[in-house]
Structure formats: C-alpha cells, structure tokens
C-alpha cells in the first residue's frame, strides 16, 4: 500500500505520496503500488476510463498497481501471474477479479481459446509479464489469435526498453487483418530510473483491434522514434551491443 506524507518546506495542506512525490489528490483512488510512472499512470487511468471494458485481461499483476484501475473499470477481469503468493496478497481485494496463476504462455491459449468458444467480448488487455523479447513477441502473438468482437485495446508496459521493443516488433502486424493502429511510443519512457544503470525503461504502447477487417496497409507508428535513438546512444544497451562481439572471447578467458 502507498504512503502519504507531508513534505517539510511545503504548504501543510499539500499532501503527497511518498513513492513518487505526486500530489495524492491526482491518485487518491489507486492507493496500491504501482509499476508505472506518472505519465503511464495518467494515459493508462484516461484509456480505461474511456472505453469501459466488458471483460479485461491483465498479463502481470506484481502489486495490484495496474489491477486496480482495470478492475474499477472493467465488469471482469482476468489477471495472469506465475507469482503464486499474489491470491494471499490480492485475492480478497477485488470483486471482480479471477486470478489464473501460472505462465502466461500456457494460460493465455487456453484462457483466448474459451473466452472465444463462449462468444465473450475481451475489450481490454496489458501486457507487462514476463519482459524478455521472446516472452513479449508470444504473449502478443498468444493474445492476437483472439477474433474481436467489439474494439479491443492492448496496452504494452516498458516499450522504451530495447528489448521489450524488439518483441513488440517481432508480430508481423499487417498480417492481422484485424489490427488497425499500432504506436510504440502512446506513452515516452525515461533513461536510467532510480539509477538503474543507464538503462531505459517504460514507456506504453498501444494496439487497436476492431471487429471487422482493414482494407489499407497498416504502419506501426514510433512518434518518439527520434528521442528514443538519441537516449538508446547514451544508454548500457548500447554499450553492451556494440560489445557482444566480445562474448565469445570473454566466454574462452572464463573457462
Ligand atoms: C512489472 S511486474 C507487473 C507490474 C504491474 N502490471 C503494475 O503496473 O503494477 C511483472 C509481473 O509479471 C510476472 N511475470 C513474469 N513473467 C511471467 C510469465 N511468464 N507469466 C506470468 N507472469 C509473469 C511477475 O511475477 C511480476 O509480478
């Protein structure tokens, strides 16, 4: 659960949280932690706000921090995590909420396969599970098998992180005929958080599915393309592959 506090030198009526030093008036709602930063926060509360999902799911729940927004307002929601401890933590948090424990890439065929069989509407769904390049391109490609049958809206937590992006490239998009936008920049993310190295994190994209099938070829838009290229020069990820060349060298010293 997040803190409040008041800050020495600051109005006594200002009263912020202390993981984030946000005026708590602009969250008081969503009190549980959170993975996201601020502006995440903002676009990810405004979409979900917007569209009112009929049944959502959520593929990596940690602390509830996105889960309370969805469940608030979504009427179902189905929230994945190979973390077994998150029932005892979570479980009698929400009214709505079934959580499926286990990795996403067995539960989510079966859950999509079901979830279709029954004619059930997914509207809404976030990917933020497991984070390596393989992991993201499967729980994409898993999720997409989905036929919509209204508007379905998938948001992508950490598209600024190299790899990640390089998973969420992987989908060839223009094959789903059902997919109508895709931007991996919806949200910019941020360079070395909580001095993390010079690593890049955050950042949400987002995918727009509709029910019927697009008639023009798609573009998979990047519109922070241009920061995020001068950030990566100055980042570890750079580094490290301009170094990979190294590997096998490094590889013989270790034995
Ligand atoms: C970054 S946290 C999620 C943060 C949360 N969405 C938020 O915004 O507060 C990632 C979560 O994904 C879970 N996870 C990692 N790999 C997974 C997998 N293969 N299947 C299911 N869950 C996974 C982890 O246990 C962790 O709880």
């Known amino acids: 659960m997040r803190e409040f506090k008041y800050m020495e030198n600051l109005n006594k009526d200002l009263l912020l949280f202390s993981d984030t030093n946000t005026p708590a008036f602009t969250e008081i709602d969503f009190p549980l932690d959170w993975s996201m930063t601020r502006s995440e926060r903002y676009g990810f509360i405004h979409v979900l706000k917007q569209i009112k999902p009929k049944i959502s799911i959520e593929i990596g729940t940690y602390n509830g921090g ?14 994945i995590d190979n973390d077994p401890t998150i029932i005892d933590r979570l479980g009698n ?22 979830l279709q069989a029954k004619n059930e509407s997914i509207e809404f769904a976030l990917i933020d599970g497991d984070h390596s390049t393989e992991g993201i391109a499967t729980d994409i490609k898993n999720l997409l098998v989905y036929k919509p049958i209204k508007s379905l809206h998938i948001i992508l937590h950490d598209s600024f992180n ?7 490239k992987t989908y060839n998009y223009n094959n ?13 993310g941020i ?5 993390l190295g010079r690593q890049m994190w955050g950042g949400l994209a987002l995918i727009i599915l509709f029910p019927y099938e697009r008639t023009i070829p798609l573009k998979v838009y990047q519109s922070e393309l241009k920061l995020y290229n001068v950030v990566y020069k100055h980042s570890i990820h750079f580094l490290k592959n301009s170094l990979s060349f190294l590997k096998p060298i490094v590889r013989i010293f270790r034995k």
Do not use: W
């Open 66 to 79: 996105s889960l309370q927004v969805i469940s608030k307002y979504s009427e179902k929601v189905y929230a």
């Open 93 to 114: 948090k929400f009214d709505n909420v079934e959580f499926l424990i286990g990795d996403s890439k067995t539960v989510i065929p079966k859950l999509i396969k079901d």
């Open 162 to 168: 190299p790899r990640c992006r390089k998973g969420m």
């Open 176 to 188: 789903n005929k059902y997919v109508h936008y895709v931007e991996l920049d919806f949200i910019s």
């Open 191 to 195: 360079f070395n958080p909580d001095d």
